[in-house]
Structure formats: C-alpha cells, structure tokens
C-alpha cells in the first residue's frame, strides 16, 4: 500500500543520463512508496528494449543533426524527444504498482491544464482523437516502473523524418505517416509549456494519490552508479548489438505489436535467431530465440517449438508468419 510519495524533477538533457537515473530511483524507491520522476532529453530518438535500432530510426540523419539514440529497458516502439517534450516515470514495488491510478495522475495533468483527454489501445493517451502520450512498462526483481511522454510543444516535423516505422504497421492503423497520428497538448491550449505540464503533473500525483509529495535529490553515492550506468547505456553493443546476417526473415504487424524475425540456417538447422519487436512483453525474444535456435528449418518442426511460448495468442500469430514465410 503506497504511503509515501517523492518527487524527482530532472535537470539533465543527456538520454543515458537521464536513463541511468530512472533505473537508480527504481532501485532505490523503498517499499510502500511511489515516486515520479519528470525528465527531459534534448533531440533524442528511444527505441524499445526489443527493437532494430537501424529499422525504426534514420539513425545517420540524426547523429548528422547532432542528436542521440538510446535503448530503454522496456518494451515498446520507438519514441522522438525533445525540449517540447516532457517524460514522466512513475517508480515503486510490483505490489504497489496500479497502471489505472498511474493513468489517472496524468490524465488529471491534462484536466488542470484544460484538455479532456482518454486511454486507448496498448498504450497511448488521446486528445480528440489524436496521440499525445506513449506508455511502456518494465519490472524486474519485485519492482516496477511505467513511464511515458508527453507531447506539448514538441517539434513534429523532426519527429516524422527520424522514426521510419515498419510500413506494415501503419498500414495497420489506416495512416501515412507518424505526423498524422500525433498532436501537441500545446493546439487545445496555446502557449501551454513543460513546465507548465511539470507542475500539474506534481499537482495530480498528489491529488490523485492523496498524499504529500516529497521533492528528492540524489545522494554520491547514487550519482556514482548514474555515471556507471549512463556509460553501459551509451555503449555501441546496448544500442545496436550484433547484426545477423540473415538468411530468412520475415515481417508482420500484429495487434499486440510488430514483429521481425530473422534466422540463420545451416545445413538444414537454425544456428542463430533474432526477434525485433515492440511487443510490451520484453522476455518474448528470448522466448522465441530459446524455442527455435537448434530447430529443423521444417515449417512443423518450428511451429512444434513455438508451443513452449507461454502467450497463446502470439503462439498462434507467430505459427502463421512462419506458414506464410514458407
């Protein structure tokens, strides 16, 4: 049961950063407590846990542009940040952890500020219809965070030409391109700003919560596992890891997220296997590289080894790609 709340407001822009100290609150957040975290990066495209870096984002035109890209912990697709945008992490044990209450805080946000606004789908929050804020999850070792963005004023014209979504997924959607599914917080209320949304955020985390925020700041000993952290996170292998050379891949959207499989074969057997996705369940490339790696290359013989995937829906989903690959 929450019985204390705490408030860390970042100051830094740098991505790793600011990643790193999203991870240290979520170790450090105690029992019976839930803490938010309110952060900004400066031209930075975050993509999934599970994501090819190199298909959901022009990763040259944004370095050429002096921008960064970095892998969160959790699941998900693929994200633009910037200074008109603000991101929120909500912090706690899994026993404490409440998605609707989470939901609330930021939708009351909103309400201060004058904008009616709803959940829809996996992940996303709505303003008449139209995208301002993108959800994901991650929990590990009995504690849990969410975290998202929101769009105030933040450059969508930047955020068209770094994201290159699979095509398959926004035919699935019925839309073009990424700009014509979002919408800035800041067209219902002109002039609205961060740090406007930065206030009503602290103000509804209490409200909805009942409870006082504390404001926290970082001890020396957190600011050493920040920089130790932020260094893992800035690495070449944590943001592209090893590129397979594939000799089969297919591709294909789903409701529950989009997937690309790829596998290499030799002599009739899968060696290698790698899945991209931006599915929410983050374990599910390792369930599926475990199941396969060491297979016949027989459409029956992978779908026999999917079954040990533990969702059905996407054992039955990822049977059918394979019979359609084949």
């Known amino acids: 049961m929450i019985e204390k709340l705490q408030l860390y407001v970042g100051t830094g822009?740098?991505?790793?950063?600011?990643?790193?100290?999203?991870?240290?609150?979520?170790?450090?957040?105690?029992?019976?407590?839930?803490?938010?975290?309110?952060?900004?990066?400066?031209?930075?495209?975050?993509?999934?846990?599970?994501?090819?870096?190199?298909?959901?984002?022009r990763v040259s035109l944004l370095e050429s542009e002096g921008g960064k890209l970095a892998r969160r912990l959790s699941g998900g697709g693929a994200v633009y940040h910037d200074m008109g945008n603000l991101n929120f992490t909500f912090l706690c044990h899994q026993e404490d952890y409440d998605l609707d209450r989470?939901?609330?805080?930021?939708?009351?946000?909103?309400?201060?500020?004058?904008?009616?606004?709803?959940?829809?789908?996996?992940?996303?929050?709505?303003?008449?219809?139209?995208?301002?804020?993108?959800?994901?999850?991650?929990?590990?070792?009995?504690?849990?965070?969410?975290h998202g963005t929101i769009l105030v004023h933040a450059d969508t014209e930047k955020l068209s030409r770094y994201l290159s979504p699979p095509k398959a997924k926004l035919a699935a959607k019925g839309v073009s391109s990424v700009r014509s599914r979002v919408c800035n917080l800041s067209e219902f209320?002109?002039?609205?700003?961060?740090?406007?949304?930065?206030?009503?955020?602290?103000?509804?985390?209490?409200?909805?919560?009942?409870?006082?925020?504390?404001?926290?700041?970082?001890s020396q000993e957190d600011l050493v596992q920040i920089k130790e952290k932020a260094r893992e996170f800035s690495q070449w292998e944590h943001l592209f890891g090893q590129k397979l050379p594939c000799s089969v891949s297919c591709e294909k959207?789903?409701?529950?997220?989009?997937?690309?499989?790829?596998?290499?074969?030799?002599?009739?057997?899968?060696t290698q296997v790698r899945l991209y996705t931006d599915a929410m369940d983050w374990t599910l490339p390792s369930q599926v590289e475990a199941a396969l790696t060491g297979c016949r290359f027989q459409p029956e013989a992978l779908q026999s080894a999917l079954a040990k995937l533990e969702d059905p829906q996407v054992r039955e989903d990822l049977c059918r790609l394979l019979r359609h690959a084949f």
């Not at 790193?20 to 993509?47: D, G, S």
């Not at 992940?123 to 965070?145: E, I, M, P, V």
């Not at 740090?195 to 919560?209: L, S």
């Open 102 to 146: 989470q939901f609330a805080v930021i939708a009351q946000a909103c309400a201060l500020a004058g904008i009616p606004v709803e959940r829809s789908g996996r992940n996303d929050l709505l303003a008449q219809g139209r995208k301002f804020s993108g959800n994901a999850f991650y929990h590990a070792q009995g504690r849990a965070y969410h």
């Open 253 to 270: 959207y789903f409701f529950w997220g989009t997937v690309c499989l790829e596998m290499n074969v030799t002599a009739g057997t899968v």
């Open 13 to 57: 822009l740098d991505p790793y950063e600011n990643l790193a100290i999203e991870y240290q609150l979520l170790t450090t957040t105690p029992a019976n407590c839930c803490t938010l975290y309110l952060w900004q990066n400066r031209n930075t495209v975050v993509i999934g846990k599970n994501q090819n870096a190199w298909a959901e984002c």
């Open 189 to 218: 209320v002109p002039g609205l700003t961060c740090d406007a949304m930065k206030t009503h955020m602290a103000k509804a985390f209490e409200a909805v919560y009942g409870l006082s925020a504390t404001p926290i700041s970082l």
